[in-house]
T-cell receptor, first 114, second 117 residues
């Protein structure tokens, strides 16, 4: 069974640009969540999608948005990039059924904003 | 508010030594879940264990063991006879028992473990 797939693996953007990151969850997983990892702030929850609906959101500005498609694939968009958005963005999927099941993470997209 | 503290930023030991990673958590909930994840250099977080707040039984899995003590709000992780492949960043994490928040896990800052040959 394929794991969580994130593309691209690396991205370099300049300030002011926008970026879209993609995540394909494990087959059968309908919940997809996104995390931002930085050396200073650590791992922070961005948002979670389930059946194409945003279920939960972390404390990030509106420049960070996401969506989920009917096949459970998810995209995350960051508009008007700032230097502080440089981070590893991790996507995770969760098996259906019980809450608080373990999350399965992808290898992440390393975003560098210059 | 929920909080997870991993006071050890970095630990370096020689192979075959035992090492304990500390984790202290704060929550007002009576029902919660605790996790440990491992992040190797490849980047993805790998699930190690989940424990709910009603299950204080310690667990052993091979060279790994976990000590959960509600009285001290701690969930420590011990690696026995460490190996070079154990080198990674280890995260302790906490989540509430709300379905809507099931994926909103609060992570500690992580402990970078280096095992020297």
């Amino acid at each position: 069974k394929a794991g969580v797939t994130q593309t691209p693996r690396y991205l370099i953007k300049t300030r002011g640009q926008q970026v879209t990151l993609s995540c394909s969850p494990i087959s059968g997983h309908r919940s997809v969540s996104w995390y931002q990892q930085t050396p200073g702030q650590g791992l922070q929850f961005l948002f979670e999608y389930f059946s194409e609906t945003q279920r939960n959101k972390g404390n990030f500005p509106g420049r960070f948005s996401g969506r989920q498609f009917s096949n459970s694939r998810s995209e995350m968009n960051v508009s008007t990039l700032e230097l502080g958005d440089s981070a590893l963005y991790l996507c995770a999927s969760r098996p259906p059924g019980q809450p608080n099941e373990k999350l399965f993470f992808g290898s992440g997209t390393q975003l560098s904003v210059l | 508010a929920q909080k997870v503290t991993q006071a050890q930023t970095e630990i370096s030991v020689v192979e075959k030594e035992d090492v304990t990673l500390d984790c202290v958590y704060e929550t007002r909930d009576t029902t919660y879940y605790l996790f440990w994840y491992k992040q190797p250099p490849s980047g993805e977080l790998v699930f190690l264990i989940r424990r709910n707040s009603f299950d204080e039984q310690n667990e052993i899995s091979g060279r790994y063991s976990w000590n959960f003590q509600k009285s001290t709000s701690s969930f420590n992780f011990t690696i026995t006879a460490s190996q070079v492949v154990d080198s990674a960043v280890y995260f302790c994490a906490l989540s509430e028992d709300w379905y809507s928040s099931a994926s909103k896990i609060i992570f500690g800052s992580g402990t970078r473990l280096s095992i020297r040959p």
